[in-house]
T-cell receptor, first 115, second 113 residues
Framework: EPEVTQTPSHQVTQMGQEVILRCVPI?????FYWYRQILGQKVEFLVS????????KSEIFDDQFSVERPDGSNFTLKIRSTKLEDSAMYFC?????????????FGPGTRLTVL | DQQVKQNSPSLSVQEGRISILNCDYT??????FLWYKKYPAEGPTFLIS?????DKNEDGRFTVFLNKSAKHLSLHIVPSQPGDSAVYFC????????????FGQGTELSVKP
């Protein structure tokens, strides 16, 4: 069964450093998302992406964040200068469409630890 | 942002009995609701969804009920199995928001043999 994959599974970085989290969405999906879950809190939407453009972004997704689809398979989330509060699980998801109710399939997540 | 709320952080049921997980929402623009299941160290896994034009959707042991007037939905699992033990998230989306999901806080279900 096709699945969303994410690398690395765990990333440890120093405050102020740049990190890039990688995702390979399901191959025939056209819509891509990033969510995050800070320990003990709810899963929060960060950004959605379609046709090489951001479709929607949350207040969390400020200038320190960027997304890119550098080739036909990868979808990346870059955090330019990490802060302690960026420590969280980051989940990538993809869907065939972006209609309300279209099922989003999630990857296993990358645990980001900022020291 | 408390648009989607799951007020019970945990639930414990006996194997074979019914599990009922509840979710409330405040935004009347939501028109799709989804339930995801999450095991530790894994991503959320889609379970079942319901459109706002329906009041019930069933898939095997899982049934979701939607009460629009009360802005309330529930997930019923019957019979419950130990493998159902996980965190269950309710999520909602609105037609004009490009698929963005708003999640509840989750309810940890423990099914005891």
């Amino acid at each position: 069964e096709p699945e969303v994959t994410q690398t690395p599974s765990h990333q440890v970085t120093q405050m102020g450093q740049e990190v890039i989290l990688r995702c390979v969405p399901i191959s025939n999906h056209l819509y891509f998302y990033w969510y995050r879950q800070i320990l003990g809190q709810k899963v929060e939407f960060l950004v959605s992406f379609y046709n090489n453009e951001i479709s929607e972004k949350s207040e969390i997704f400020d200038d320190q964040f960027s997304v890119e689809r550098p080739d036909g398979s990868n979808f990346t989330l870059k955090i330019r200068s990490t802060k302690l509060e960026d420590s969280a699980m980051y989940f990538c998801a993809s869907s065939e469409e972006a209609r309300a109710g279209d099922t989003q399939y999630f990857g296993p997540g990358t645990r980001l630890t900022v020291l | 942002d408390q648009q989607v709320k799951q007020n019970s952080p945990s639930l414990s049921v006996q194997e074979g009995r019914i599990s009922i997980l509840n979710c409330d929402y405040t935004n009347s623009m939501f028109d799709y609701f989804l339930w995801y299941k999450k095991y530790p160290a894994e991503g959320p896994t889609f379970l079942i969804s319901i459109s706002s034009i329906k009041d019930k959707n069933e898939d095997g042991r899982f049934t979701v009920f939607l009460n629009k007037s009360a802005k309330h939905l529930s997930l019923h699992i019957v019979p419950s199995q130990p493998g159902d033990s996980a965190v269950y998230f309710c999520a909602a989306s609105a037609r004009n928001q490009g698929g963005k999901l708003i999640f509840g806080q989750g309810t940890e279900l423990s099914v005891k043999p």
